[in-house]
């Protein structure tokens, strides 16, 4: 298995601009989640996914952020408009359900907003 | 509140020495515990897991840990470092009602010099 791919790996953009991050899970895994890492804030959730469906999105910080996950093969994950705050590293991960509660990361976008 | 606590944002050890990394959580039911493993610019791979069942878990690369109730810590441990043992370490917690979420402590940078 290829394991949880990301894309783009690294993404610079102005800011204002729209960003959109990308993420395939490993086939056959029911949940996806997506998260935010900073110097300050260490790992955070953002939001994740069961069968496609958003369970939890409390850790979305506001509205200029959304997730969708169209299929159970692809999620995005949007800023607009981005801010230099936004700045990190963002990572995807999948898991099986119910009993396995471990989580594959894929490698990670490196967002930077000037 | 549930929650995991990593004591020691660094830790420095040499080659061939113990490698010990501190872990304690806050719960009042059994948790589920993990250690994660972040090597530079990669994403967080699952050393080991810890799930209810025997208290001493081997993980990956020579990595163990010990669940122990009565102090509620979860350290990491490895006999001898190596130096590619060099990454960071995040301890994290599941939390419990019904929900596949992960909650990371905020990891513990490990050195290994000659």
């Known amino acids: 298995d290829a394991g949880v791919i990301q894309s783009p790996r690294h993404e610079v953009t102005e800011m204002g601009q729209e960003v959109t991050l990308r993420c395939k899970p490993i086939?056959?895994?029911?949940?996806l989640f997506w998260y935010r890492q900073t110097m300050m804030r260490g790992l955070e959730l953002l939001i994740y996914f069961n069968n496609n469906v958003p369970i939890d999105d409390s850790g979305m910080p506001e509205d200029r952020f959304s997730a969708k996950m169209p299929n159970a093969s692809f999620s995005t994950l949007k800023i607009q408009p981005s801010e230099p705050r936004d700045s990190a590293v963002y990572f995807c991960?999948?898991?099986?359900?119910?009993?396995?509660?471990?989580?594959?990361f894929g490698p990670g976008t490196r967002l930077t907003v000037t | 509140a549930q929650s995991v606590t990593q004591l020691g944002s660094h830790v420095s050890v040499s080659e061939g020495a113990l490698v010990l990394l501190r872990c304690n959580y806050s719960s009042s039911v059994p948790p589920y515990l993990f250690w994660y493993v972040q090597y530079p610019n990669q994403g967080l791979q699952l050393l080991l897991k810890y799930t209810s069942a025997a208290t001493l878990v081997k993980g990956i690369n020579g990595f163990e840990a010990e669940f122990k109730k009565s102090e509620t810590s979860f350290h990491l441990t490895k006999p001898s470092a190596h130096m590619s043992d060099a990454a960071e370490y995040f301890c994290a917690f599941r939390k419990t009602g019904g929900y596949n979420k992960l909650i990371f402590g905020a990891g513990t940078r490990l050195a290994v010099h000659p």
């Open positions: 086939s056959g895994h029911d949940y």
């Open positions: 991960a999948s898991s099986l359900a119910p009993d396995s509660y471990e989580q594959y």
